[in-house]
């Protein structure tokens, strides 16, 4: 270890003799770790977990109300719940806590005479969703299990629309006018818009630069004829025109998450969708034996491919680049080290052990490393900042440059690059001392 | 040029030769396929939709009570048809790179056996099809009479325009003119067939499925309301469109007018190919980047080369070899590796493409790829070699006469 300072020397030393094969190495690496961390700082973004201390809690059940065959050829249930099912399963309450979800767009009136109505874009919810999905709060809070059985005129509306509405402040009881009727203001968000969308993946594909702007009771929104303006899939078309056709009909459209503690409780809830199928199909409802899925948060984000494809095949993309680059260092690496077979003889003949080449060796890579990663650093800071650029409104935003991402630049360009001087510097090591002394 | 020597010297330098093939076989592999894939999106990017862009916009309005959508419809077609400039307004519920309200399966047969894919219905109100632009290639356009009001979704039975490319998939080689088709229960009998009409979301759909579209004909009303097709010059569509948006605000208060959706289609199709573009952007980049650092790698390790073998080049000059000779020997050394390595690159280009189709639905490497990648890369490694080959070449014969 004492030697350390001095191999630095010699490294820095042999690095300036040859400037050209220098800088070709430097630039080979930075290039190849750039691409690469930008396209993961991208693909981080996309592919995260938008609840990580409770998304293994958090459960999505889905029930075949549409039999074999009817989704796709494999057997996987709709994605989402139609009207019939879901208030089952929120009748009979079987989680800790749970809510039903479908995606409304009322346009609000703000307060103060002669204003133009502005479109809203939230979702009918149930009151434990809030604790549920731990929504912060920056007044008030959501609205309890009464005011979802009595149909409570209550709202939770986001930060956003507390500005443009009251202008913002502080504003829980006052009354707010949307589509025509007054509703109690029961809390207000602070800043939340979790990315991906993992409360409603159907709708929004996951993505949406915009944070969902008021949360009324479910009940309540169904009451007063509040229509779904989310996606709705449907086997056979409803046979009443209208919302209230769509609720009646076997359409899928709500989206539906229960939280459970622990195996045992996932188990019961299991055993509970399957009996409920099982009463559906004894009822003549269902002709097919039950075929229910209950998938955890990030399986059922999995499954909906939430991570978009192209993310995916531009960081595949990236990492043959830094392979490239990888096995061209260690080319030039080969030709640099043998270069100096001279030099390594000399050393070997007055007494320096194998490992001591391989500590000189191995520095010289270092530092070679360490220059690729500084290089790597500012082409990565610029390229996630041209991504942000080019990349589409809805995921703008989510790449971004922070400690961990530079620390994992460097420490890639340092590994791979020793990686790289490892052949080159066993070859090196090999160097007959008496061979080479004779020759030159 | 003979081969037999390059070979043989070659041979003792497996490693560094190996190291080029393998960068020139990794290389192409990624080029390839990096290659594939933007001739994809670049194809997505030029999508024909069939209607005459320049000229169109389209307005959304939401927020309104249904029981007013009547109403509304006749306030907001008058009050837009008296802007300066405004060719015509009419109504139509879906729109090309914009709204998507008319997806749907639809069935061959009516007892629904025989599916025939999931389509585009675009219902539009009379005017539309003619402000659209749309060709029809046979049979006849909508009729006044074929304009009909319809509750729900769409009109349950209507005489309707297809596309050639869904023609052609529905009734390959027979005229289509007079078939039916169902959608559940709801009848259709196709009477015309126009060249082109692209889905609003073309960049979820493979191949001739973005166009496969239907035109139906129906007058507006209580459900066809809230999305409508202006159509100006080109010069003012822009203007008349902020014009629309200002009396929007004067005609109908009561709506709510979508910034988002309401946009010239020039903008919606900017838009709906936002990512597609930075795809594309983003491929290039890889692909200048390896193919800068496979020629930079090249370049490093035929310098070291010639630097190691100055000597047998003096050898070889002073017993007569010419420059010509010199440079030769390396072309020819660096042509025999970069096709090695494209030998084993073709073999990992298909591997990484099967990977790709298998994880990610891209469709199969054409094979033309390959002779176009070997190409690129001889050329590469033939430029990449020209700088240190000539440097070889440029030592003197001297140097076999001295001692080292």
């Known amino acids: 270890m004492h030697m350390f300072g001095y191999y630095l020397e010699l490294a820095m030393r042999s690095l300036k003799r040859s400037p050209g094969l220098t800088t070709l190495m430097v630039l080979a690496i930075g290039f190849g770790v750039a691409a690469s961390m930008t396209t993961y700082s991208v693909f981080r973004a996309v ?33 989402a719940l139609d009207y019939a099912d879901a208030m089952a399963l929120m009748r009979d309450h079987r989680a800790t806590r749970q809510s039903a979800i ?96 993992f409360y409603d993946v159907m709708d929004t594909g996951g993505y949406s630069s915009d944070g969902p702007d008021v949360f009324l009771p479910f009940q309540r929104a169904i009451a007063v004829n509040m229509t779904n303006s989310g996606v709705n899939e449907c086997r056979d078309s409803p046979a009443e025109p209208g919302f209230v056709g769509l609720q009646h009909s076997n359409c899928v459209w709500i989206a539906f998450m229960a939280e459970l503690d622990g195996a045992g409780a996932v188990q ?44 995916k095949v531009s960081l595949l993309v990236a990492l043959g680049l830094l392979i490239v680059c990888l096995v061209n260092t260690v080319g030039l690496l080969l030709a640099k080290f043998l270069r100096r077979s001279g030099e390594i003889g000399v050393r070997r003949a007055l007494g320096a052990s194998r490992s001591a080449i391989y500590a000189q060796f191995l520095t010289e890579a270092g530092v070679i490393g360490v220059g690729g990663g500084v290089l790597g650093l500012l082409l990565t800071g610029v390229g996630v900042l041209g991504v942000d650029l080019v990349l589409p409104i809805r995921l703008v935003g989510l790449a971004r440059i922070d400690p961990a991402l530079l620390l994992l630049t460097v420490l890639i360009a340092v590994v791979a690059t020793l990686l790289a001087g490892i052949y080159p510097t066993f070859r090196a090591s090999r160097v007959q001392p008496a061979w080479q002394l004779k020759s030159n | 040029m003979q081969i037999q ?80 400039g405004m060719q015509s ?22 007892a629904g056996q025989h599916f025939g894919g999931v389509v585009e219905f675009y219902v539009g109100g009379p005017g539309s099809m003619q402000a659209l632009g749309l060709h029809v290639t046979s049979g006849r356009g909508p009729q006044p009479d074929d304009f009909r009001t319809f509750e729900g979704l769409m009109p349950t039975d209507a005489s309707v325009q297809i596309t050639r490319s869904l023609a052609e998939h529905l009734w390959a080689g027979t005229d289509p003119l007079g078939k039916d088709f ?19 979301d073309p960049s979820n759909w493979q191949g001739d499925s973005k166009d496969w579209s239907i035109f139906v004909p129906a007058l507006p009303g209580k459900f066809l309301a809230g999305s409508y097709l202006l159509r100006a010059d080109p010069q003012d569509i822009s203007r008349v469109l902020r014009d629309a948006r200002a009396t929007i605000a004067k005609i109908a208060p009561d709506a709510v007018f979508d910034e988002e959706g309401s946009k010239t289609f020039g903008d919606l199709r900017t838009d709906s190919f936002r990512q597609d ?19 930079l790698g090249i370049v490093g390790l035929v310098s070291f080369w010639v630097a190691q073998r100055r000597k047998q080049i003096g050898i070889r000059r002073a017993i007569g070899a010419t420059r010509g ?28 493409n099967m990977v790709l189709m298998k994880f990610y639905e891209l469709p199969r490497l054409p094979l033309v790829y390959l002779p176009i990648g070997s190409v690129v890369l001889w050329g590469l490694g033939q430029l990449a070699v020209l700088g240190p080959a000539l440097r070889a070449a440029a030592v003197s014969p001297v140097v076999a006469t001295r001692s080292v």
Not at chain 1, 58 to 77: A, K, S, T, Y
Not at chain 1, 132 to 153: E, I, K, R, T
Not at chain 1, 278 to 304: E, V
Not at chain 2, 66 to 80: C, E, F, P
Request: negative net charge; aromatic residues 10%.
């Open chain 2, 89 to 110: 307004v009419s109504v139509l519920n879906s729109i090309p790179f914009g709204a998507r309200r008319g997806t749907a399966g639809i069935t061959l047969d009516m």
């Open chain 2, 325 to 352: 000779d010199i440079l030769h020997y390396f072309q020819t050394e660096n042509f025999l590796i970069v096709t090695f390595g494209i030998v084993l690159g073709m073999v990992l280009a298909f591997v990484l």
């Open chain 1, 268 to 311: 019961r809830y299991r055993q509970y969708l399957d009996d409920y199928a099982r009463d559906q199909q004894a009822a003549g409802r269902f002709t097919w034996s039950p075929n229910n899925r209950l998938r955890n948060l990030p399986a059922y984000l999995d499954h909906m491919h939430v991570v978009p494809g192209d993310t």
């Open chain 1, 102 to 197: 479908y995606l409304i767009s009322p346009s609000v009136i703000p307060a103060g005479a002669g204003r133009s109505p502005v479109q809203a874009n939230g979702y009918g919810v149930y009151g434990e969703f809030f604790p549920m999905l731990d929504v912060p709060f920056q007044y008030g809070s959501g609205w309890s299990a009464d005011d979802d059985a009595h149909q409570s005129a209550v709202a939770v509306i986001s930060d956003k629309l507390n500005q443009q509405v009251f202008g913002g402040g502080n504003n829980v009881g006052r009354t707010i006018d949307i589509e025509g009727k007054d509703y109690r203001v029961a809390g207000v968000l602070a800043d939340w818009n979790p990315q991906p969308i």
């Open chain 2, 182 to 200: 169902w959608l559940d229960k709801w009848h259709y009998r196709v009477v015309g067939v126009i060249d082109h009409l692209v889905r609003p």
């Open chain 2, 5 to 84: 020597p390059i070979l043989a010297a070659l041979r003792r330098h497996r490693l560094a030769t190996m190291l080029i093939a393998l960068e020139i076989a990794l290389a192409c592999a990624v080029l390839c396929n990096a290659c594939f894939l933007i001739a994809n999106r670049v194809a997505l990017l030029h999508v024909v939709s069939g209607v005459d862009e320049s000229a169109l916009a389209t307005v959304q309005l939401t927020g309104y009570e249904d029981s007013h959508a009547v109403d509304l419809n006749a306030r907001v077609l008058t009050g837009l048809r008296s802007i300066p």
């Open chain 1, 47 to 79: 592919s995260g977990d938008p609840i990580p201390w409770k998304s293994s809690k958090l459960f999505v059940p889905q029930i075949d109300m549409w039999g074999p065959g009817q989704h796709g050829g494999d057997r996987e249930p709709p994605d």
């Open chain 2, 277 to 295: 573009r930075a795809m594309v952007g983003m491929l290039v980049g890889v692909i200048i980047a390896l193919l800068l650092v496979t020629a």
